[in-house]
T-cell receptor, first 108, second 113 residues
Framework: AQRVTQPEKLLSVFKGAPVELKCNYSYSGSPELFWYVQYSRQRLQLLLRHISRESIKGFTADLNKGETSFHLKKPFAQEEDSAMYYCALTGSARQLTFGSGTQLTVLP | EAGVAQSPRYKIIEKRQSVAFWCNPISGHATLYWYQQILGQGPKLLIQFQNNGVVDDSQLPKDRFSAERLKGVDSTLKIQPAKLEDSAVYLC???????????FGPGTRLTVL
């Protein structure tokens, strides 16, 4: 069975501080990992996917197969980064399994 | 391009009543998904369609939930009869066969009293 764990429900950091949102997964195979974000009053949207190996809005995430983790990082948090972040994975059927989410608040 | 559309945005019903949700995916997207998101949890897949065929409905409570996508475009999700524990946001998403990235609609917030 595939599972995604986000251990922090709430995370607060000050503007300009580094931020790391943790994600661990279990999957017997080679999953594809994603981070989705939901800003206040907006719909859920894709932030980044591990196969793209790109930086979006200053965020990066590295897949660590040994630790089965896909943590999301940003060196300098901005107030506009405040949102709900979901880690998710897909297997061969392309069905997303989501974690329970982390609410990030960036304080001024 | 226009995004995934859903209606209604909000619905309040009493338990044992029935309710239906509608989804219009992004034009050309062959795959359509329905998710249930209970407060404090991540979205959970209920059913996946490819064109008008069901790919996976293993997590759909079939005794009360049904879904269809008759012409391979719009889809409806129905609950009959509703229970208190069905209170949630119901999300529709679509993706193309080529890229696979799922695009989400705004969701329908259902409250069962």
């Amino acid at each position: 069975a595939q599972r995604v764990t986000q251990p922090e429900k709430l995370l607060s950091v000050f503007k300009g501080a580094p931020v790391e949102l943790k994600c661990n997964y279990s999957y017997s195979g080679s999953p594809e990992l994603f981070w989705y974000v939901q800003y206040s009053r907006q719909r859920l949207q894709l932030l980044l996917r591990h196969i793209s190996r790109e930086s979006i809005k200053g965020f990066t995430a590295d897949l660590n197969k040994g630790e089965t983790s896909f943590h999301l990082k940003k060196p300098f948090a901005q107030e506009e980064d405040s949102a709900m972040y979901y880690c998710a994975l897909t297997g061969s059927a392309r069905q997303l399994t989501f974690g329970s989410g982390t609410q990030l608040t960036v304080l001024p | 391009e226009a995004g995934v559309a859903q209606s209604p945005r909000y619905k309040i019903i009493e338990k044992r009543q029935s309710v239906a949700f509608w989804c219009n995916p992004i034009s050309g997207h062959a795959t359509l998904y329905w998710y249930q998101q209970i407060l404090g949890q991540g979205p959970k897949l209920l059913i996946q369609f490819q064109n008008n065929g069901v790919v996976d409905d293993s997590q759909l409570p079939k005794d009360r939930f049904s879904a269809e996508r008759l012409k391979g475009v719009d889809s409806t999700l129905k609950i009959q009869p509703a229970k208190l524990e069905d209170s949630a946001v119901y999300l529709c998403a679509s993706s193309s066969l080529l890229r696979g990235t799922q695009y989400f609609g705004p969701g329908t917030r259902l409250t069962v009293l």
